[in-house]
Protein backbone atom coordinates (compact mmCIF):
# COMPACT_ATOMS: atom_id res chain seq x y z
CA UNK A 1 0.00 0.00 0.00
CA UNK A 2 1.16 3.36 -0.66
CA UNK A 3 2.26 5.36 2.60
CA UNK A 4 4.45 8.98 3.00
CA UNK A 5 6.72 8.91 6.04
CA UNK A 6 7.67 12.59 7.43
CA UNK A 7 9.97 11.43 9.89
CA UNK A 8 10.38 14.95 12.02
CA UNK A 9 7.32 16.03 14.23
CA UNK A 10 8.68 18.92 14.85
CA UNK A 11 11.94 20.79 14.03
CA UNK A 12 12.73 24.07 15.46
CA UNK A 13 15.29 26.21 13.63
CA UNK A 14 16.85 30.12 13.69
CA UNK A 15 15.43 32.87 11.61
CA UNK A 16 18.01 32.84 8.89
CA UNK A 17 19.32 29.54 9.35
CA UNK A 18 18.59 27.24 6.26
CA UNK A 19 15.78 24.27 6.45
CA UNK A 20 15.06 21.18 5.04
CA UNK A 21 12.26 18.92 6.20
CA UNK A 22 12.48 15.03 5.19
CA UNK A 23 9.67 12.89 3.15
CA UNK A 24 9.98 9.39 2.16
CA UNK A 25 7.03 7.65 0.09
CA UNK A 26 5.99 4.07 -0.68
CA UNK A 27 4.82 3.67 -4.13
CA UNK A 28 6.14 1.28 -6.97
CA UNK A 29 5.92 3.78 -10.03
CA UNK A 30 6.67 7.64 -10.00
CA UNK A 31 4.51 9.55 -8.12
CA UNK A 32 2.50 13.09 -8.05
CA UNK A 33 4.69 14.80 -5.29
CA UNK A 34 2.98 17.11 -3.35
CA UNK A 35 4.12 19.53 -0.38
CA UNK A 36 1.54 21.65 1.53
CA UNK A 37 1.81 24.63 4.36
CA UNK A 38 -0.86 24.91 7.03
CA UNK A 39 -0.59 28.47 8.91
CA UNK A 40 -2.20 28.17 12.16
CA UNK A 41 -5.77 28.29 12.20
CA UNK A 42 -5.77 28.16 8.22
CA UNK A 43 -6.11 24.99 5.67
CA UNK A 44 -3.53 23.97 3.52
CA UNK A 45 -2.05 25.71 0.85
CA UNK A 46 0.00 24.14 -1.87
CA UNK A 47 3.56 25.05 -2.15
CA UNK A 48 4.85 22.65 -5.25
CA UNK A 49 4.55 20.16 -7.16
CA UNK A 50 5.86 17.15 -9.06
CA UNK A 51 4.52 15.08 -12.26
CA UNK A 52 7.89 14.63 -13.92
CA UNK A 53 11.06 16.59 -15.36
CA UNK A 54 13.41 18.25 -13.65
CA UNK A 55 13.43 16.36 -9.98
CA UNK A 56 14.64 19.78 -8.87
CA UNK A 57 10.97 22.30 -8.35
CA UNK A 58 10.35 25.16 -6.92
CA UNK A 59 7.61 26.67 -5.31
CA UNK A 60 6.22 29.46 -3.34
CA UNK A 61 7.96 31.37 -0.72
CA UNK A 62 11.45 30.52 -1.95
CA UNK A 63 11.14 26.86 -1.38
CA UNK A 64 12.34 23.83 -3.10
CA UNK A 65 12.53 20.39 -3.45
CA UNK A 66 13.94 17.45 -4.90
CA UNK A 67 12.65 14.29 -6.07
CA UNK A 68 15.58 11.63 -5.54
CA UNK A 69 13.71 8.41 -6.45
CA UNK A 70 16.41 5.82 -5.53
CA UNK A 71 16.13 7.21 -2.39
CA UNK A 72 12.14 7.39 -2.38
CA UNK A 73 12.54 11.03 -1.32
CA UNK A 74 10.54 14.48 -2.09
CA UNK A 75 12.68 16.52 0.99
CA UNK A 76 12.10 20.22 1.03
CA UNK A 77 14.14 23.03 1.35
CA UNK A 78 14.40 26.70 1.96
CA UNK A 79 18.27 28.32 2.82
CA UNK A 80 16.91 31.39 4.89
CA UNK A 81 14.08 30.45 6.95
CA UNK A 82 12.01 33.62 8.09
CA UNK A 83 9.67 33.93 11.35
CA UNK A 84 6.67 33.60 8.93
CA UNK A 85 7.80 29.85 7.59
CA UNK A 86 6.39 28.53 11.26
CA UNK A 87 3.71 26.50 10.09
CA UNK A 88 2.99 22.51 9.66
CA UNK A 89 4.18 21.30 6.69
CA UNK A 90 2.52 17.91 4.67
CA UNK A 91 4.42 16.07 2.32
CA UNK A 92 1.60 14.30 0.18
CA UNK A 93 1.25 11.45 -2.51
CA UNK A 94 -0.71 11.20 -5.23
CA UNK A 95 -0.80 8.36 -7.71
CA UNK A 96 -1.40 6.85 -11.44
CA UNK A 97 -5.10 6.01 -11.81
CA UNK A 98 -6.06 6.66 -7.87
CA UNK A 99 -8.16 9.80 -6.79
CA UNK A 100 -7.01 9.50 -3.60
CA UNK A 101 -3.90 11.80 -2.43
CA UNK A 102 -2.19 10.38 0.71
CA UNK A 103 -0.44 12.99 3.52
CA UNK A 104 2.02 12.55 5.74
CA UNK A 105 1.68 13.09 9.35
CA UNK A 106 3.11 16.61 9.00
CA UNK A 107 6.24 18.27 10.79
CA UNK A 108 5.85 21.75 12.63
CA UNK A 109 8.43 24.24 11.90
CA UNK A 110 9.46 25.95 15.25
CA UNK A 111 11.40 29.27 13.92
CA UNK A 112 13.52 30.70 16.98
CA UNK A 113 15.09 34.74 16.74
CA UNK B 1 -8.54 32.57 -6.87
CA UNK B 2 -10.20 29.49 -5.56
CA UNK B 3 -12.51 29.55 -3.04
CA UNK B 4 -12.91 27.14 -0.81
CA UNK B 5 -15.33 28.32 2.16
CA UNK B 6 -16.36 26.29 5.18
CA UNK B 7 -19.97 27.29 6.93
CA UNK B 8 -18.30 27.40 10.17
CA UNK B 9 -15.05 27.73 11.86
CA UNK B 10 -15.58 26.35 15.40
CA UNK B 11 -18.42 24.48 16.18
CA UNK B 12 -19.82 22.44 19.82
CA UNK B 13 -22.10 19.80 19.30
CA UNK B 14 -23.59 17.32 21.95
CA UNK B 15 -23.20 13.43 21.58
CA UNK B 16 -25.98 11.95 19.37
CA UNK B 17 -26.94 15.25 17.97
CA UNK B 18 -27.02 15.12 14.26
CA UNK B 19 -24.33 17.70 12.44
CA UNK B 20 -24.26 18.92 9.06
CA UNK B 21 -20.74 20.65 8.05
CA UNK B 22 -21.30 22.67 4.76
CA UNK B 23 -18.68 23.58 2.26
CA UNK B 24 -18.63 25.63 -1.24
CA UNK B 25 -16.01 26.17 -3.79
CA UNK B 26 -15.97 28.95 -6.22
CA UNK B 27 -14.26 26.92 -9.45
CA UNK B 28 -16.43 24.71 -11.05
CA UNK B 29 -14.09 22.13 -9.39
CA UNK B 30 -15.28 18.41 -10.37
CA UNK B 31 -13.69 17.01 -7.15
CA UNK B 32 -14.85 17.66 -3.62
CA UNK B 33 -13.51 16.01 -0.43
CA UNK B 34 -13.85 15.95 3.01
CA UNK B 35 -10.98 15.16 5.72
CA UNK B 36 -10.03 15.00 9.52
CA UNK B 37 -7.10 16.15 10.83
CA UNK B 38 -6.00 14.71 13.89
CA UNK B 39 -2.44 15.39 15.92
CA UNK B 40 0.05 12.82 14.70
CA UNK B 41 -2.23 11.61 12.06
CA UNK B 42 -1.85 14.06 9.15
CA UNK B 43 -4.93 14.48 7.21
CA UNK B 44 -7.62 11.35 6.86
CA UNK B 45 -9.80 10.89 3.81
CA UNK B 46 -13.73 10.35 5.13
CA UNK B 47 -15.30 10.93 1.50
CA UNK B 48 -14.85 11.75 -1.52
CA UNK B 49 -16.68 12.97 -4.46
CA UNK B 50 -16.00 13.47 -8.49
CA UNK B 51 -19.80 14.50 -9.56
CA UNK B 52 -23.08 15.28 -8.35
CA UNK B 53 -24.91 13.01 -6.03
CA UNK B 54 -21.02 10.71 -7.43
CA UNK B 55 -19.17 9.13 -3.72
CA UNK B 56 -16.64 7.18 -2.96
CA UNK B 57 -15.77 6.11 0.82
CA UNK B 58 -12.32 7.19 2.03
CA UNK B 59 -10.16 5.70 4.30
CA UNK B 60 -12.62 6.46 7.43
CA UNK B 61 -16.45 6.71 6.38
CA UNK B 62 -17.80 5.03 9.13
CA UNK B 63 -20.03 7.56 11.46
CA UNK B 64 -20.36 9.83 8.20
CA UNK B 65 -22.55 10.21 5.41
CA UNK B 66 -22.17 13.02 2.23
CA UNK B 67 -24.40 14.81 0.25
CA UNK B 68 -23.36 16.36 -3.33
CA UNK B 69 -26.76 17.98 -4.56
CA UNK B 70 -25.26 20.54 -6.32
CA UNK B 71 -21.68 20.70 -7.99
CA UNK B 72 -20.29 23.46 -5.57
CA UNK B 73 -22.13 22.57 -2.54
CA UNK B 74 -20.94 18.95 -0.61
CA UNK B 75 -21.41 18.31 2.95
CA UNK B 76 -20.74 16.13 5.77
CA UNK B 77 -22.95 14.74 7.99
CA UNK B 78 -22.57 12.98 11.29
CA UNK B 79 -25.36 11.24 11.72
CA UNK B 80 -24.74 10.94 16.00
CA UNK B 81 -22.63 12.60 17.24
CA UNK B 82 -19.61 11.04 19.62
CA UNK B 83 -16.57 12.21 21.03
CA UNK B 84 -14.14 10.59 19.12
CA UNK B 85 -15.79 13.11 16.06
CA UNK B 86 -14.16 15.79 18.06
CA UNK B 87 -11.57 16.85 15.39
CA UNK B 88 -10.76 19.46 12.65
CA UNK B 89 -12.70 18.99 9.56
CA UNK B 90 -11.17 20.13 6.13
CA UNK B 91 -13.34 19.97 2.72
CA UNK B 92 -11.25 20.82 -0.11
CA UNK B 93 -11.86 20.27 -4.40
CA UNK B 94 -9.79 19.82 -7.25
CA UNK B 95 -10.00 20.04 -10.64
CA UNK B 96 -10.14 16.62 -12.72
CA UNK B 97 -12.02 13.75 -11.57
CA UNK B 98 -10.07 10.32 -11.04
CA UNK B 99 -7.10 11.37 -10.77
CA UNK B 100 -4.52 12.71 -7.63
CA UNK B 101 -2.35 14.13 -10.09
CA UNK B 102 -3.86 17.81 -9.54
CA UNK B 103 -3.37 20.02 -6.38
CA UNK B 104 -6.18 20.65 -4.15
CA UNK B 105 -7.65 23.66 -2.77
CA UNK B 106 -8.54 23.60 0.91
CA UNK B 107 -11.27 25.65 3.23
CA UNK B 108 -9.69 26.64 6.32
CA UNK B 109 -11.37 24.27 8.61
CA UNK B 110 -14.04 23.47 11.40
CA UNK B 111 -13.23 22.65 14.16
CA UNK B 112 -15.73 20.48 15.73
CA UNK B 113 -16.12 19.55 19.69
CA UNK B 114 -18.60 17.14 20.70
CA UNK B 115 -19.17 17.27 24.50
Known amino acids: AQSVTQPDIHITVSEGASLELRCNYS??????LFWYVQSPGQGLQLLLK??????LVQGIKGFEAEFKRSQSSFNLRKPSVHWSDAAEYFC???????????FGAGTRLFVKA | DVKVTQSSRYLVKRTGEKVFLECVQD?????MFWYRQDPGLGLRLIYF???????EKGDIPEGYSVSREKKERFSLILESASTNQTSMYLC??????????????FGPGTRLTVT
Open chain 1, 50 to 55: YFSGDT
Open chain 2, 27 to 31: MDHEN
Open chain 1, 27 to 32: YGATPY
Open chain 2, 49 to 55: SYDVKMK
Open chain 2, 92 to 105: ASSLTPWTSGYEQY
Open chain 1, 92 to 102: AVGYTGGFKTI
